[in-house]
């Protein structure tokens, strides 16, 4: 039973699937947290993640993706297709009736 809510944006994904502290996180509070992440946010993430930052250190795209499609086990998404990343995040918030994180 989930007794809080939180909104994760692309940044969380992406340090989810290049580190193991924020995943770490994620697998432990799953239980307690619903964590939820707006449809363009996890387009985002995937697109730095196979076309940007894989080449950049030197990764297997295929095994990003696998490990984003894993941290999307957890991380409910919603559906925001027509807006942005930006605009998804914030819409998601106020919906879902969460106070914003700031970090």
Do not use: W
Not at 23 to 43: D, I, S
Not at 78 to 100: E, H, Q
């Amino acid at each position: 039973m989930h007794h809080k809510r939180l909104v994760v944006d692309a940044n969380i994904l992406i340090r989810a699937v290049l580190g193991n502290r924020v995943r770490n996180l994620l697998e432990k509070y799953c239980e307690n947290v619903a964590f939820y992440v707006a449809e363009a946010n996890a387009e985002e993430a995937s697109y730095y993640l196979s076309n940007v930052l894989a080449a950049k250190h030197n990764l297997n795209s295929d095994l990003c993706r696998s490990v984003l499609d894993g941290v999307l086990t957890i991380v409910q998404l919603r559906r925001t297709r027509l807006m942005d990343a930006n605009v998804a995040s914030y819409y998601l918030t106020v919906n879902v009736k969460l106070k914003p994180v700031i970090y």
